[in-house]
């Protein structure tokens, strides 16, 4: 029986970058190609555990034949399928509910994309099931939006938690609408090449908006199809003010945002000086924070990359934070400084990842003919 099934699709652990080899069986009702009778499949799925496949992948619909009774190595993925559209935020997080309740290891939701801003919803759900892990276990999750404009989603999916993302091996042959053929891109420089000559290369070519101008960062760049320019914009300042000014809302009830005063701190007392001036605000030296005793209603904005994964454990602050704490620190989405901050009762902000995609969905319908020409720079890159 096992001959029977074709071997078409692979896992890409973006993370880990190391391929795995999937073994699926899909029915013709769930999208795949498997025409027979119900039990004969799912039988095919229990041999696969007891042969010692690393994964097993069953629909929500089935997942009771299958579920507790996989071997300890076998991981059993639980999926959704939805071949007509996306469904609204609150059904997907009830599909995801019932999902996570299962007790499978991964939880797959896969929809259809009608515009290309559907794929936001599965972000949102993507990002709130991994935030649920402050209280409890987290079970990873894997949310595609198949169809050409549901692209993004193959693409941006980590940055946003997702597990792992769905490829083809050869272009044209897919499992599913919207499958790209895999292609490893890196930026690989002659080790006498530094990593500056490449910025200089990028920057040299880039036209930025207005705003990317100003702030002096871009962290999108797109090929604008009419004219073949590339257009650097920054999209990551909308996703921290805004949870800022959320933040701030919540706190004091009140929908009106007022201005502050604003203190820069640096390793470098110069630099933070620089800064300061430029924004008219003051300047603290990093060794100075610890004293420092600010007013109340403070807002502390880390910007820096520390308590970063690998070094979890870095924090800029070593006292606990009072006030309004904002790290901009993704991975982990807790960091030491929220963890601290929020045991000592402080209110903790976390990036609006979901603004900071609406606001590239936003860039990107306007620039309509984006999809062959969307490059997403993970890091962002610093204009000199
Ligand atoms: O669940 C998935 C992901 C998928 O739907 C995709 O969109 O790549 C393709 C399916 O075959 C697979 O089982």
């Given at each position: 029986m096992l001959k029977n099934i074709v071997f078409t699709q692979f896992f890409c652990f973006l993370n880990a970058f190391s391929l795995l080899i999937r073994l699926f069986f899909r029915p013709k009702w769930e999208g795949g190609q498997y025409d027979g009778v119900e039990n004969k499949r799912l039988d095919v799925l229990?041999?696969?555990?007891?042969?010692?496949?690393?994964?097993?992948?069953?629909?929500?619909?089935?997942?009771?034949?299958?579920?507790?009774?996989?071997?300890?190595?076998?991981?059993?993925?639980?999926?959704?399928?939805?071949?007509?559209?996306?469904?609204?935020?609150?059904?997907?997080?009830?599909?995801?509910?019932?999902?996570?309740?299962?007790?499978?290891?991964?939880?797959?939701?896969?929809?259809?994309?009608?515009?290309?801003?559907?794929?936001?919803?599965?972000?949102?759900?993507?990002?709130?099931?991994?935030?649920?892990?402050?209280?409890?276990?987290?079970?990873?999750?894997?949310?595609?939006?198949?169809?050409?404009?549901?692209?993004?989603?193959?693409?941006?999916?980590?940055?946003?938690?997702?597990?792992?993302?769905?490829?083809?091996?050869?272009?044209?042959?897919?499992?599913?609408?919207?499958?790209?053929?895999?292609?490893?891109?890196?930026?690989?420089?002659?080790?006498?090449?530094?990593?500056?000559?490449?910025?200089?290369?990028?920057?040299?070519?880039?036209?930025?908006?207005?705003?990317?101008?100003?702030?002096?960062?871009?962290?999108?760049?797109?090929?604008?199809?009419?004219?073949?320019?590339?257009?650097?914009?920054?999209?990551?300042?909308?996703?921290?003010?805004?949870a800022i000014e959320d933040g701030l809302r919540g706190k004091h009830n009140s929908s009106s945002i007022t201005g502050a005063r604003v203190v820069i701190v640096n390793r470098t007392y110069e630099r933070a000086r620089e800064l300061a001036t430029s924004v008219r605000g003051d300047a603290l030296a990093l060794a100075d924070l610890d004293n420092y005793h600010p007013e109340d209603g403070m807002i502390l904005a880390n910007t820096t990359s520390i308590g970063m994964q690998p070094k979890v454990d870095d924090t800029p602050i070593s006292k606990h934070a009072l006030g309004l704490i904002f790290d901009a620190v993704y991975t982990p989405k807790i960091t030491r400084l929220l963890r601290e901050a929020e045991e000592s009762g402080a209110t903790i902000i976390l990036l609006n990842y979901l603004f900071s995609f609406t606001d590239s969905i936003v860039l990107l319908q306007r620039l309509r003919n984006f999809s062959e020409t969307l490059w997403q720079i993970t890091s962002e890159v610093w204009m000199p």
């Amino acid at each position: 029986m096992l001959k029977n099934i074709v071997f078409t699709q692979f896992f890409c652990f973006l993370n880990a970058f190391s391929l795995l080899i999937r073994l699926f069986f899909r029915p013709k009702w769930e999208g795949g190609q498997y025409d027979g009778v119900e039990n004969k499949r799912l039988d095919v799925l229990r041999i696969a555990m007891e042969l010692g496949a690393d994964y097993v992948d069953v629909e929500l619909q089935f997942i009771d034949s299958i579920s507790g009774k996989n071997p300890e190595n076998t991981k059993v993925i639980v999926s959704s399928h939805n071949y007509q559209y996306t469904p609204s935020v609150e059904d997907l997080g009830n599909l995801m509910a019932r999902m996570q309740a299962t007790g499978a290891d991964i939880v797959k939701i896969a929809t259809t994309a009608l515009d290309i801003a559907d794929v936001e919803r599965i972000f949102q759900i993507t990002v709130h099931s991994q935030l649920s892990c402050l209280c409890g276990i987290v079970v990873p999750v894997v949310g595609l939006v198949m169809g050409d404009r549901g692209l993004i989603s193959r693409v941006l999916c980590p940055k946003f938690g997702g597990y792992l993302t769905f490829g083809t091996l050869k272009s044209g042959v897919v499992s599913a609408p919207g499958q790209q053929a895999l292609k490893v891109f890196c930026v690989r420089t002659h080790p006498q090449i530094s990593w500056d000559s490449v910025l200089q290369f990028l920057t040299g070519r880039l036209h930025l908006s207005a705003v990317a101008k100003l702030i002096g960062a871009v962290n999108y760049i797109i090929r604008r199809s009419t004219d073949g320019k590339l257009i650097g914009y920054n999209t990551d300042y909308f996703g921290a003010i805004s949870a800022i000014e959320d933040g701030l809302r919540g706190k004091h009830n009140s929908s009106s945002i007022t201005g502050a005063r604003v203190v820069i701190v640096n390793r470098t007392y110069e630099r933070a000086r620089e800064l300061a001036t430029s924004v008219r605000g003051d300047a603290l030296a990093l060794a100075d924070l610890d004293n420092y005793h600010p007013e109340d209603g403070m807002i502390l904005a880390n910007t820096t990359s520390i308590g970063m994964q690998p070094k979890v454990d870095d924090t800029p602050i070593s006292k606990h934070a009072l006030g309004l704490i904002f790290d901009a620190v993704y991975t982990p989405k807790i960091t030491r400084l929220l963890r601290e901050a929020e045991e000592s009762g402080a209110t903790i902000i976390l990036l609006n990842y979901l603004f900071s995609f609406t606001d590239s969905i936003v860039l990107l319908q306007r620039l309509r003919n984006f999809s062959e020409t969307l490059w997403q720079i993970t890091s962002e890159v610093w204009m000199p």
